[in-house]
């Protein structure tokens, strides 16, 4: 499809089990952000890729997050060891340009850990 | 601090009422986004506003950009059920190449 993909939709883990979330950006789109979103709240900015350059990752909430572009494209989120504050939904976008620029989004996977 | 404050949280009127939603700041941005987000989907861009005083419409929806880029407004006319959504408001702030965005205005037009 020509649109941002995310996968899994839907993700159930054990708390302290560790989680990989994946996100295929549109092609050629240089930058790619991750963000957190609680019900009915605007997203959270988590962190920020142009190309595979990791420029920001202010927003990861601790060193159990991590997130990689290893070759520009597609992009991984792992959060290790989870916890029942992990739950939310994470939302992949991409845009063509700088990451000032309007963002194309994913329709988001939604973690829910037990 | 939230740096760009959306009101009002949430807002339920019948369908064919107007309605207007705020996104205000104190910070100056080089411009603003507005998106709609539908249960389970991602957030749709619908207009990106870089002047001030900028006005642009969208149909039935206006948008309106402060004179000195710190707040914007929508306005939607005779609003319809499948308005519904959550309108959320992005931009990036002086000196940051990343965006922020509100908390959201949640709109639910019943029939």
């Known amino acids: 499809g020509a649109g941002v993909s995310q996968s899994p939709r839907y993700k159930v883990a054990k708390r302290g089990q560790d989680v990989a979330l994946r996100c295929d950006p549109i092609?050629?789109?240089?930058?790619l952000f991750w963000y957190q979103q609680a019900l009915g709240q605007g997203p959270e900015f988590l962190t920020y890729?142009?190309?595979?350059?990791?420029?920001?990752k202010s927003g990861l909430p601790s060193d159990r997050f991590f997130a990689e572009r290893p070759e520009g494209s597609v992009s991984t989120l792992k959060i290790q060891r989870t916890q029942q504050e992990d739950s939310a939904v994470y939302l992949c976008?991409?845009?063509?340009?700088?990451?000032?620029?309007?963002?194309?989004f994913g329709d988001g996977t939604r973690l829910s850990i037990l | 601090t939230q740096l760009l404050e959306q009101s009002p949280q949430f807002l339920s009127i019948q369908e064919g009422e107007n309605l207007t939603v705020y996104c205000n700041s104190s910070?100056?941005?080089?411009?603003l986004q507005w998106y709609r987000q539908e249960p389970g989907e991602g957030p749709v861009l619908l207009v990106t506003?870089?002047?001030?005083?900028e006005v642009k419409k969208l149909k039935r929806l206006t948008f309106q950009f402060g004179d000195a880029r710190k707040d914007s407004s929508l306005h939607i006319t005779a609003a319809q059920p499948g308005d519904t959504g959550l309108y959320l408001c992005?931009?990036?702030?002086?000196?940051?190449?990343?965006?922020?965005f509100g908390k959201g205005t949640m709109l639910l037009v019943s029939p």
């Open positions: 910070s100056v941005f080089s411009s």
């Open positions: 992005a931009g990036p702030p002086r000196g940051y190449s990343t965006l922020t």
């Open positions: 890729f142009q190309n595979e350059a990791q420029l920001d």
């Open positions: 092609s050629g789109h240089v930058s």
């Open positions: 506003v870089v002047t001030g005083g």
């Open positions: 976008a991409s845009s063509l340009g700088p990451g000032n620029q309007p963002q194309h």
